[in-house]
């Protein structure tokens, strides 16, 4: 079964549009290593601000029948072989295809609000054409609304970017309980809490080494973390250039520790798998 991640979190600037678009590129890198038999990744982008369509792609203005708005509209028979038509190249790599979002979104709740297996607009399709890629990695808006659950309901694996902030950090705890509850709601027992990744870390702020020695000590949440990434301006110039972390500075601090984060995930894949 091909694995599908969906960084998720209801703060926004937390670091998840830059952790999914540089652990889908990863994943691709990884994969072609590794000899897999399938290095495409797809990125599905679920936010109507489309921050990581516009740093994969160069572009944020795809239209209603060029980005997942299509999808999420269309009849059902026909939503899969629509979602393959309207996947992206990626500028990053050709194995990177990008399943664009669109300001759309917005409207497309609206639309979809009440609907009849609405949340399943996304997971039925996918569904369908998952086995075409080596894994899937979707990227959400900073709330739980229809469509991150949408996506949840897509996902096989929910990580959970976070800043060393004090109200970041006692939130986690209620973060996981409303994908608990989104799971268990709809029936979803594939999915779960499969990490926490701790973004924007100044190991020179007392605070911040506090707050991550406090995590690694929780009984519950010490367990889920995958990695911590420093704070680090060469991520900003990645996004302003459209590059990822790792093409714009491989050197860098940020480019290491997702490299890093990258192998614990991908050794997690391949032990299912064994």
């Keep these: 079964m091909t694995r599908v991640f969906v960084l998720t979190n209801n703060k926004g600037g937390v670091g998840k549009s830059t952790s999914a678009t540089n652990i889908a590129l990863g994943m691709v890198g990884m994969f072609r290593r590794l000899g897999a038999p399938n290095s495409r990744v797809l990125l599905i982008d679920t936010d109507s601000q489309a921050h990581a369509t516009l740093v994969t792609t160069g572009k944020n203005n795809y239209g209603a029948n060029e980005s997942l708005y299509a999808v999420l509209t269309a009849e059902r028979e026909k939503a899969s072989q629509l979602l393959l038509d309207i996947v992206q190249p990626s500028m990053w790599d050709a194995d990177l295809h990008v399943l664009p979002a669109s300001p759309l979104l917005e409207a497309a709740e609206r639309e979809l609000f009440g609907a009849a297996g609405a949340p399943y607009r996304l997971a039925d399709p996918?569904?369908?054409?998952?086995?075409?890629?080596?894994?899937?990695?979707?990227?959400?808006?900073?709330?739980?609304?229809?469509?991150?659950?949408?996506?949840?309901?897509?996902s096989t694996d929910a990580i959970i970017p976070v800043e060393p902030r004090y109200l970041e950090t006692v939130g986690l705890m209620s973060v996981i309980s409303k994908i608990t509850a989104i799971r268990d709601g709809w029936r979803h027992p594939s999915l779960h809490v499969s990490g926490i990744i701790v973004t924007k870390m100044d190991a020179r702020i007392r605070g911040h080494n506090h707050l991550l020695d406090q995590l690694k000590q929780h009984p519950t949440l010490g367990k889920l973390l995958l990695g911590v990434i420093p704070a680090n301006e060469a991520v900003s110039y990645a996004h302003v250039n459209h590059q990822s972390i790792f093409a714009y500075a491989p050197q860098s601090a940020a480019s290491k520790a997702y490299a890093q984060l990258l192998s614990t995930l991908v050794r997690s894949m391949a032990k299912e798998h064994a």
């Design 126 to 154: 996918l569904n369908q054409v998952a086995g075409e890629y080596g894994a899937i990695v979707i990227d959400t808006r900073p709330s739980f609304s229809l469509l991150t659950e949408a996506a949840l309901i897509s």
